[in-house]
């Protein structure tokens, strides 16, 4: 049961990200990577949420003293 979230992640990846692009390069997979993955967590609304987006839940429910995600200057 554990694996079901990690491997729906995985699947969305790679059917609306990946499997649509030609990619040549190792950077170019590591900015569409980063795109992608700021897409998920912050735009995408999820269904198993309510259609709220990844990052208002954890915003919600992240512990004490945890400081703000920065996002990598690759991720822009």
Avoid at 50 to 60: A, F, L, N, T
Wanted: positive net charge; contains cysteine; glycine residues 6%.
């Amino acid at each position: 049961m554990d694996n079901v979230m990690i491997e729906r992640l995985w699947r969305s990846l790679k059917y609306e990200c990946l499997y649509l692009r030609e990619i040549e390069t190792g950077s170019e997979l590591c900015r569409i990577l980063a795109w992608w993955f700021g897409f998920y967590n912050n735009r995408r609304p999820h269904k198993t949420f309510d259609g709220r987006k990844p990052m208002e839940i954890y915003q919600q429910y992240k512990p004490e003293g945890v400081p703000p995600l920065i996002s990598p200057r690759w991720a822009a």
